[in-house]
């Protein structure tokens, strides 16, 4: 079982964007459940999502797979899935699966939530 800590943000301009904040390992025993709460939060709340990955401290190919369905699904919608704060532990994965070019990477949430891309503000 995984903790998945759920918020809900509106911008300036009105849209509504979820931030998921799950925590702990991301991997073959958690990784459908993180994949149905993004299903269900971009069928019912909001096709905007922003994953925070600060409290995960383990991800393998199952939880990177998740990441990557919830792109499709957000992208299928005319959506974003965006992702931020990733753990230290966890960011060598991506860079070594090339994930870090796949995805909408932010260094802070509040980065995601203005979506400046990250290349954009250093």
């Known amino acids: 079982m995984i903790n998945i800590e759920q918020e809900t943000y509106t911008t300036q301009d009105g849209n509504t964007i979820i931030i998921l904040t799950p925590a702990g390992r991301l991997d073959i025993t958690t990784a459908w459940q993180f994949r149905l709460k993004i299903q269900e939060c971009i069928s019912k709340l909001s096709c905007h999502i922003v994953t925070d990955l600060g409290q995960v401290n383990f991800i393998d190919s199952s939880g990177l797979t998740s990441l990557v369905a919830g792109m499709r699904d957000a992208d299928k919608v005319k959506g974003s ?3 931020c704060n990733i753990h230290p532990e966890a960011k060598l994965v991506f860079e070594v699966t090339m994930m870090d070019t796949v995805f909408e990477i ?4 509040e980065e995601a939530l203005e979506g400046v891309p990250r290349s954009l503000s250093s």
């Open 106 to 109: 932010f260094e802070t949430q």
């Open 81 to 83: 899935f965006r992702i």
